[in-house]
């Protein structure tokens, strides 16, 4: 007996009960959308062409009805009887989950090979475990087209990632356009392209009408050479090479502060602006005569104080600004303004540091969500990078370390890809299949998660070609 057209939703849902009955899909020709829920209609109308399905939108009543209902944000239900599909959402996101839902069930359905070409009857609940879902892509280091984003954001929101975290410029390259840094064009050190004012609106649209964020970075002060080869009279040393901004010349903070009032408003409905942070050598600091004194009359140990001290004053900029600062997660205990999101990239520890500041934290730890490094040790890979199986990215859990007051500290998963090993061409190998796993960890709840089943599930959408759909979405 062939199994029930809903036992291969992935990420698994809360709950899904069995009814008697089936619904023959061959009957479907409309479906209508609650007002509320338009931007879903070119959603649903995009899957339907690619299932080959003549299923038209109409208002009113319709053979699929998605309607708002009192559910929390990203929850949804669909409910299969032999006359009708219904679905409810509470929001627009949870509309689109159901929508992507509602379609793996009718590849399930009506795959070749399969005997009846109908769903089987069913009530589904599903709520995400977590609010945050991100995924972080570096465009920096290699550049990726606007075509390309707009399908990675399509491929993002058929897994029910929700945050897309984007890694803009790094030492390799600055990929839009700034009037504050208007001498930094499309050459990379690593590959060439900037994106233009009107591909970052055309991407913004998109991200918007799938319910995704995006969340911009600017990374300093480390990270930084491409600009400061081009502005060195940022850095400590102008006549040397810095990857860091000087953190004593009140220039660089001007500087950084117009960047980051740009980037706001170049991405106005972002809520969450990444800051960086990341990695900064400290060494030019220290032997810097302008670093040094702001030292002194701040009072400070350590140019790590003054670093933190920095970037304090930037994330209260951006607080002033109506947005939400984001960092990632230091190398040393930090205090930072209690809304800063901490993203906690390179060891647990950082939740354990930071819930006393009063900080929420993002589980991006390397070894479990980097997606750059390997699934096997048979693809090229670099020396600081380990092997990250679909496994590994499935049993991602933060939730596993710690206690109560702990586990309120966190807001969600990111799971990034930096791009030193990844041109373009590379990416999807490197999303696929882990996505599918990703997308389990960061929605589905523990006592819904099991690694057999979600290898039968993911094997049975293999059979369906949904695989090649989504790759291609
Ligand atoms: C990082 O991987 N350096 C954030
Ligand atoms: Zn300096």
Redesign the pocket.
Known sequence: MPEHTASILIPAPVKMTPRPGKHQVRNLTSFSVSPEFNTVVPELQRLFKALAMPVESVSGAADIELKKGPLPSGAWQIKITPEKITIEAGERTGAGYAANALAQMLFAATAKGHPEDALDCAEIEDAPRYPWRGFMLDSARQFQDKDFIKKFLRTLSAFRINSFHWHLVDSQGWRYPSKIAAKLGPEGSWSFGQYSREDLQEISQCARELGIRIIPEVDVPGHSSFLLEHYPEYTCDPAGKCNEFCLGKTGSMKMIQELLAELMAIFPDSPIIHIGG??ANSAHWEKCPDCNAALKAKNLSNMRELENDFMVELAHFVLSKGRTPMI?GPGIEQVYPPETVIQS?LNFRDNLRFHKHGNKVIHSV?TSLYFDYPASLNEYWESWMMELSEQGVYMTDPYCMWYEELKNTILGLEA?L?TETAPQHRIMSKLFPRIFAYAESAWSSEENKNWNDYLRRKGKLEATGYLDFIRDI
């Open positions: 990341d990695e990632w990239w390397h990034c930096w």
